[in-house]
Structure formats: structure tokens, C-alpha cells
């Protein structure tokens, strides 16, 4: 029987040492999307630029929602509010599709031997094109309306790097579990529902009362929205003690779904 490491060096080595596979795969997803369309491409640009617009009329007219009691513009709230979206939208995309994965690769597992664990990759590289080009949107409408974006910009991937391990641990835990249990594409659609009203995507942290705003702080999303809001729009530096533990509790998080995925991978043919 073959034997596959759940090392956490594995981790790091398998998506090196697959990754001219990974970048075609990714190549293919992408372009895939938009095959046939008479846009094509284009419309990874449009979506972004168009729900802006949406959202800033939606919540700062019809519903006069304000980011803060002193602050009367729509922009600021667009920006605000677009900020963490693009965050959770980059979450929601890869988790949802978590759970297909491998049903959705049977023949990755039956009749060619393929790296499975760099699925959960090949999503979250898509998924972070997008949202790149939602980050391009956003920048371009901050400068327009606000002028030369803070430095500390600069600081997001210091942010994002450790999401992406959360996805990716997850990713890999809901990819292995969605073989044995075919409930879970249902059950993670109705969390991630729950979760985006459950962050601080459409409403600050400072909103609740402070005897429920630590509950807030269960979930996944609130850190990683917040400081991404900090060092986009408010220019301030993230917290060091909160950055270095969402690191470290990421990274764990990524070993053990990867670890649990070499662990149980060796059982998906039997199932499929």
C-alpha cells in the first residue's frame, strides 16, 4: 500500500515540486470560466467594478447605512464594505468548492496517479486571481476618490498569506470529508451564509454591545477582516500579538487538514 507523508515539510515540498502542474491547472480553471463568452476575460474586471457600484447604492442610499457616526460618505462606505467582501468572497469560493474536490476528480483518483493534495491549491490560486483584480478595482476607485493609497498597503500580504493557509487546511479537511460524507457541500453552504453576516463585513466590531463583540471573535473572518480594513483604508499598522497568532494558529490549522487529507486519501477509491 502507498504511503503518503503528512509531514508539514511535505506540505510545503508537494506544491513546490507540482508547481509547473499547478500553474497550468490554474491557467485552465481561469480561462475556463470565461470560454465562449464574447468578454472573456474582461469580465473579471467588470464583476468587481459592477458590484461596487451595487453595493454603494444599495447600502449607502436606499439604506443610508454610514460607517461610523461622523461619517457622512458613500465612497467610504463602499470601500469599507468592499474591503472585507473581497476577503470573504476569496473564503467562500474555495470552501464551497472544498467538499467536490475529489467527486468532482474521480478519474484524478482511479485511473491516474496525480498529486491530489494540490487540488485545494489550484482553487485558492483561482480563487486569488480574482480577487486580485478586485484589489486592482479597489485601489483605482480609493485613488480617484481619496488619492495616493497609505503605504501601508504594502503590509496586505502579510495578512493574506497566513488566510491562505486557513483555506488551504480547510480546503483539504472538507475535500477529504466530502468523499465519506456527501452532506457536507450542503452544510458548509449554510455556514458560509451564516458566517458573512456573522463578520464584520456590513457592519464595524464596534457596533455590538461589548458584552457579545468577543463572540465575534470566534470566527475566522473578523481578524483577517479587520486588518486588512486597517491597512487598506485606515492606514494603520495591524497588531503584531494578532497578526503573529493568527500565523501561527493558521499554519496549524493547515498542517492538521493536510495532515488529515494524507491520512485518509488512501480510502477514496474504495469509496468512489
Known amino acids: 500500500?502507498?504511503?503518503?507523508?503528512?509531514?508539514?515539510?511535505?506540505?510545503?515540498?508537494?506544491?513546490?515540486?507540482?508547481?509547473?502542474?499547478?500553474?497550468?491547472?490554474?491557467?485552465?480553471?481561469?480561462?475556463?470560466?470565461?470560454?465562449?463568452?464574447?468578454?472573456?476575460?474582461?469580465?473579471?474586471?467588470?464583476?468587481?467594478?459592477?458590484?461596487?457600484?451595487?453595493?454603494?447604492?444599495?447600502?449607502?442610499?436606499?439604506?443610508?447605512?454610514?460607517?461610523?457616526?461622523?461619517?457622512?460618505?458613500?465612497?467610504?462606505?463602499?470601500?469599507?464594505?468592499?474591503?472585507?467582501?473581497?476577503?470573504?468572497?476569496?473564503?467562500?469560493e474555495c470552501i464551497n468548492r472544498a467538499p467536490e474536490l475529489i467527486l468532482s476528480n474521480v478519474n484524478y483518483v482511479k485511473k491516474v496517479i496525480f498529486p491530489l493534495e494540490i487540488l485545494p491549491a489550484i482553487t485558492l490560486l483561482s480563487g486569488l486571481f480574482h480577487a486580485l483584480i478586485s484589489f486592482g478595482v479597489w485601489l483605482f476607485t480609493y485613488a480617484l476618490f481619496f488619492g495616493v493609497p497609505h503605504l501601508?498597503?504594502?503590509?496586505?500580504?502579510?495578512?493574506?498569506?497566513?488566510?491562505?493557509?486557513?483555506?488551504?487546511?480547510?480546503?483539504?479537511?472538507?475535500?477529504?470529508l466530502g468523499v465519506y460524507l456527501r452532506d457536507v457541500s450542503q452544510i458548509i453552504g449554510v455556514t458560509t451564509s451564516v458566517l458573512m453576516f456573522m463578520s464584520p463585513i456590513f457592519y464595524p466590531t464596534s457596533s455590538l454591545p461589548e458584552s457579545y463583540q468577543h463572540l465575534l471573535y470566534l470566527n475566522p473572518l473578523t481578524s483577517v477582516i479587520e486588518m486588512t480594513r486597517d491597512v487598506l483604508f485606515w492606514g494603520k499598522l495591524p497588531n503584531v500579538t494578532v497578526l503573529f497568532s493568527y500565523w501561527l494558529i493558521t499554519t496549524v490549522i493547515a498542517w492538521l487538514g493536510f495532515a488529515w487529507f494524507q491520512k485518509t486519501r488512501k480510502g477514496f477509491a474504495d469509496v468512489l
Open 1 to 92: 500500500m502507498r504511503y503518503w507523508s503528512s509531514s508539514p515539510r511535505e506540505m510545503i515540498v508537494s506544491p513546490w515540486r507540482n508547481r509547473n502542474l499547478i500553474i497550468a491547472s490554474v491557467k485552465r480553471e481561469i480561462l475556463g470560466r470565461y470560454r465562449g463568452s464574447v468578454m472573456g476575460i474582461l469580465w473579471s474586471f467588470f464583476n468587481p467594478l459592477f458590484m461596487l457600484a451595487v453595493y454603494t447604492v444599495v447600502f449607502s442610499v436606499v439604506f443610508k447605512a454610514r460607517w461610523g457616526a461622523g461619517s457622512d460618505s458613500k465612497v467610504e462606505f463602499a470601500l469599507v464594505l468592499f474591503a472585507g467582501l473581497m476577503m470573504f468572497n476569496l473564503f467562500s
Open 152 to 176: 501601508t498597503v504594502l503590509l496586505l500580504p502579510m495578512i493574506v498569506l497566513p488566510f491562505m493557509m486557513l483555506i488551504m487546511g480547510l480546503s483539504w479537511a472538507l475535500a477529504s
